[in-house]
């Protein structure tokens, strides 16, 4: 039989880091395959896509850089709680979320400032920012694997 009780006990005692880090993951993949498309577009001078992925690139990117705030500050919580502030790779983890956070901040102020950037040669330039935050989002999850399942 469910147990109503039970389920509220068990998504209560969940970690709410872990489903919000799924989030900027997620984000920051879709911004490099937004920011390929747009130059894709732009190389084949097909400006109605090239505007169309651009501005999705833009709302991607000033999404990315407001879900990571969440996933960092439970992050830094869970830490500190569940962990007593020692978990393994902490240090490097905050690091790392420093700078995911502070480039999808950039590519937002810079893609919002900037509507016709994939169609210059600074386009590259936020591709590549785009893919490092998406690397940076693996080597995130990479190190979260190994606080809660252990060195691989």
């Known amino acids: 039989m469910l147990d109503p009780l039970r389920l509220i006990q068990i998504a209560?005692?969940?970690p709410v880091h872990v489903p919000l880090t799924h989030f900027p993951i997620a984000l920051a993949h879709v911004s490099a395959l937004l920011a390929g498309l747009a130059l894709f577009f732009a190389w084949r001078q097909n400006e109605e896509q090239t505007k169309f992925f651009s501005?999705?690139?833009s709302y991607d990117v000033a999404?990315?850089?407001?879900s990571v705030i969440p996933a960092m500050l439970t992050g830094i919580m869970e830490n500190a709680t569940r962990?007593?502030?020692i978990a393994p790779n902490a240090q490097t983890k905050?690091?790392?979320?420093?700078t995911l956070l502070i480039?999808?901040?950039a590519l937002a102020v810079w893609s919002r400032r900037s509507p016709n950037v994939m169609r210059s040669r600074a386009g590259?330039?936020?591709f590549v920012l785009c893919g490092i935050c998406a690397l940076i989002?693996?080597?995130?999850g990479l190190l979260g694997g190994i606080i809660v399942w252990g060195a691989v």
């Open 63 to 66: 999404l990315l850089a407001l």
């Open 83 to 85: 962990y007593n502030g």
């Open 137 to 140: 989002t693996i080597m995130l």
């Open 124 to 126: 590259v330039v936020v």
């Open 12 to 14: 209560l005692g969940h």
């Open 103 to 105: 480039l999808s901040i």
């Open 94 to 98: 905050m690091m790392l979320g420093a």
């Open 55 to 57: 501005k999705a690139l």
